[in-house]
């Protein structure tokens, strides 16, 4: 199974900060990943799908990178509703989904 | 704008069994690979198990295989996870989620329904 690693797996930031999280796989997934946003007590949202491009609906200060094993999710200017926890997943090879463990984002 | 509704959520004794559902509406149900992915109390999300749009593909985690059993009735549009010999890890959040094929992901989920498993 391919593993996906997050780093780092929490984060203190301020409104108006960019913000990079970083995600690993253990072997080549091309660009068959995407990204997840999940507030506390609700369903994960889909921000990014494949690698780089962004969901209908999110904010253009959410965008992504990479190919391979490493891939970022870039935040350009925190907003106040964007702490949460952000999760990686590859898609290249299923089963099974494989999710990263999660970068909390707080104040 | 897509729907999923989960139920079946409560409080079972480790052994017992649950039947999980999820009600799906406002996108061509019988089109969509279907996913129902866990997640337990302060943890991150594990995926539990997947059925393609006919039914005919099914697949499970290793840590479920054997004791659960998906399954879908695209007529009445709803996807089930029958989930027997629950143990305390299976205590967690359970989220049905549909699969779109043409971007790679997971673009929809529903709203959660939690499965406690406790003496």
């Known amino acids: 199974d391919i593993q996906m690693t997050q780093s780092p797996s929490s984060l203190s930031a301020s409104v108006g900060d960019r913000v990079t999280i970083t995600c690993r796989a253990s072997q080549s997934i091309s660009s068959y990943l995407n990204w997840y946003q999940q507030k506390p007590g609700k369903a994960p949202k889909l921000l990014i799908y494949?690698?780089?491009s962004l969901q209908s609906g999110v904010p253009s200060r959410f965008s992504g990178s990479g190919s391979g094993t490493d891939f970022t999710l870039t935040i350009s200017s925190l907003q106040p509703e964007d702490f949460a926890t952000y999760y990686c997943?590859?898609?290249?090879?299923?089963?099974?989904?494989?999710f990263g463990q999660g970068t909390k984002l707080e104040i | 704008e897509v729907q999923l509704v989960e139920s079946g959520g409560g409080l079972v004794k480790p052994g017992g069994s649950l039947r999980l559902s999820c009600a799906a509406s406002e996108f061509t149900f019988s089109s969509y690979t279907m996913n129902w992915v866990r997640q337990a109390p302060g943890k991150g999300l594990e995926w539990v198990s997947s059925?393609?749009?006919?039914?005919?593909?099914?697949y499970y985690a290793d840590s479920v295989k054997g004791r659960f059993t998906i399954s879908r009735d695209n007529a009445k549009t709803s996807l089930y996870l029958q989930m027997n010999s629950l143990r305390a890890e299976d205590t967690a959040v359970y989220y049905c989620?549909?699969?779109?094929?043409?971007?790679?992901?997971?673009?929809?989920w529903g709203q959660g329904t939690l499965v406690t498993v406790s003496s």
């Open positions: 997943q590859q898609s290249y090879t299923t089963p099974p989904v494989t």
């Open positions: 989620a549909r699969d779109d094929y043409s971007s790679s992901c997971i673009d929809y």
């Open positions: 059925i393609s749009s006919s039914g005919s593909y099914i």
């Open positions: 494949t690698a780089s």
